[in-house]
């Protein structure tokens, strides 16, 4: 039987993407940025993965405003990195896992969730930069990403996006399709995106170390409450793209302390933790949580 081990989650920076890609991750600025997941590059490799379900949002890539799905799972064998307008990033193509990944629809969508199935993809930094930084930087002429990985993108860009309680129950219909797969597979989830950070308006470059911690607290210690947090306090606290962190929400929901809605098993395990600011201008959120 297949099972959710652990769960990752992680800010996806797309300048960080661009300071991998242009080796400046030693300069002053990226230094403390990249060190923090020198602990999760090593853990990745003593824990590595049969299979990653990863959330991230789309940033017009894929989808646009012709037609947004508020979640939609990649089925297909492979996924292209993305040409968000300056060229695609120099990664390896992502390998995808489309027996799990059907499985996972199959089982959701009887779960009374509405999935948007792509057979066909362009994946952007979204989910390029996460993998990028749990995983080092790749020569996609001769390397790949360590396993395969399932992308899930989530709608968080035009409103109506998904409350987190959504994505938290969400999160336990997806464990739930996992628990069932009739394979041995050792499956990682990832949630994505946040932490605070409002890229237009008057409020641009809005960061709140203060509130962005609490989250993370609060999601960690009492998820439940955490995901009932509401739409405008994302807003109101972390900026207009603090609404992000709702897809982190999916991945605690897929926890195994988390049964029925309810915290009834033993807490997972923190493992790694970091957060930093600045990142371009978005503050750097990291956690990395073990099943027990």
């Not at 990745?44 to 799972?73: C, G, Q, R, W, Y």
């Not at 489309?98 to 994946?123: C, E, G, R, W, Y």
């Not at 809005?206 to 947090?229: F, H, K, S, Y």
């Not at 600011?277 to 978005?282: E, F, G, I, L, M």
Request: with cysteine.
């Amino acid at each position: 039987m297949a099972k959710i081990t652990a769960s990752v989650f992680t800010s996806h920076v797309p300048a960080i993407g661009a300071a991998m890609d242009l080796g400046k991750t030693q300069e002053d600025y990226w230094k403390p940025v990249f060190a923090g997941y020198d602990f999760s590059k090593q853990w990745m490799k003593d824990n590595k993965p049969d299979v990653i379900f990863l959330v991230f949002n789309d940033h017009a890539t894929a989808f646009s405003l012709e037609m947004i799905p508020t979640f939609a799972i990649g089925t297909a064998a492979e996924f292209q990195p993305a040409d968000e307008g300056w060229g695609p990033r120099p990664v390896p193509k992502v390998i995808g896992h489309p027996d799990l990944a059907s499985h996972i629809a199959q089982s959701v969508i009887q779960q009374d969730f509405d999935l948007t199935i792509v057979n066909k993809m362009d994946v952007d930094h979204g989910l390029t930069v996460p993998l990028s930084l749990m995983c080092g930087e790749l020569d996609p002429k001769t390397d790949a990403w360590p396993c395969p990985v399932i992308p899930f993108a989530v709608n968080v860009v035009q409103y109506p996006v998904p409350s987190g309680k959504r994505c938290f129950m969400l999160g336990q219909a997806i464990r739930k399709a996992v628990d069932s797969y009739d394979e041995d597979l050792n499956v990682h989830i990832w949630g994505t995106g946040g932490m605070s950070h409002q890229l237009q308006g008057a409020r641009a470059g809005l960061i709140n170390r203060e509130w962005d911690n609490a989250w993370l607290d609060q999601m960690i210690a009492d998820p439940v409450g955490c995901a009932n947090t509401p739409h405008i306090d994302y807003v109101r606290e972390a900026g207009s793209e603090g609404i992000e962190l709702v897809m982190w929400l999916i991945a605690r929901g897929a926890m195994s302390d988390i049964v029925d809605g309810k915290v009834q098993g033993p807490a997972p395990t923190v493992k790694h933790r970091f957060y930093h600011v600045p990142a371009s201008n978005t503050a750097v959120g990291h956690l990395i949580l073990e099943n027990n």
